[in-house]
Every structure is written in C-alpha cells, then in structure tokens.
Nanobody, 127 residues
Framework: VQLQASGGGLVQAGGSLRLSCAAS????????MAWFRQAPGKERQFVAA????????SYENSVKGRFTIFRDNTKDTVYLQMNSLNAEDTAVYYC?????????????????????WGQGTQVTVSS
C-alpha cells in the first residue's frame, strides 16, 4: 500500500491540526493503521493506532485525551485530530500500515510492527 500524509504545519501552543493519510489501492480496510512521530535527535515514537474496522484505538499516554485517530474506509484515509498542542508535540508525523498487526490495545506498538510508511508531514508547535 502507498501512503500519502498531509496536514502538517505551524500552529501556536493550544491550537489544533488534523493530519490525513491517504492510501492507494482497494484493500485499505484490511490494514491496521497508525501514526508515529519523530522529533530531531530522537527515536520514532508511537502516537496512535486504529483497528481495521475503526472500533479499537490505542494511544501513547502523552496524547490521550488530546489526539483522536479515526478512519474512513470509504475514502481510504486515516486521520489524526490533534488538539491542545504543545511544544513537545513538534515532530515529523508518519502514518503507517500493516496487515498483520494484532493486539493494538494491549501492547506498546513499535515501528517495526508496520511494513508500509508514508513520507511524513512536519508539525511545529510554537510556544
């Protein structure tokens, strides 16, 4: 699957952004989808994931209550709604997809759990 992320930008602390990740092909609903982020000098970090149906989601602790992941399988797109942004959210955000990821709500997901990646979109939060 090919992934194209968009929606990043510069926002003031406390503001909001919505990231989108459009997938190519006609098998999007078979993929578990996720968002990761990577700040300069740091490892890529899990942010959020969503099951194939969209019923199950999981979040990294620091974004719980502020970020929402959701998907539209009719549009082959996954979204990340980010509210109450702060400077620590500044990073390049990547969407990821995989057919075989399991137990997304019961374990911490890692980058190597996902086989397909988008190109990344920069999010910069000014304080």
């Amino acid at each position: 699957v090919q992934l194209q992320a968009s929606g990043g930008g510069l926002v003031q602390a406390g503001g909001s952004l919505r990231l989108s990740c459009a997938a190519s092909g006609n098998t999007f609903s078979r993929y578990v989808m996720a968002w990761f982020r990577q700040a300069p000098g740091k490892e890529r970090q899990f942010v959020a994931a969503i099951s194939r149906s969209g019923i199950t989601t999981s979040y990294e602790n620091s974004v719980k209550g502020r970020f929402t992941i959701f998907r539209d399988n009719t549009k082959d797109t996954v979204y990340l709604q980010m509210n109450s942004l702060n400077a620590e959210d500044t990073a390049v955000y990547y969407c990821a997809a995989d057919l075989g990821v399991v137990n997304i709500a019961t374990r911490r997901l890692r980058p190597d759990d996902f086989g397909s990646w988008g190109q990344g979109t920069q999010v910069t939060v000014s304080s």
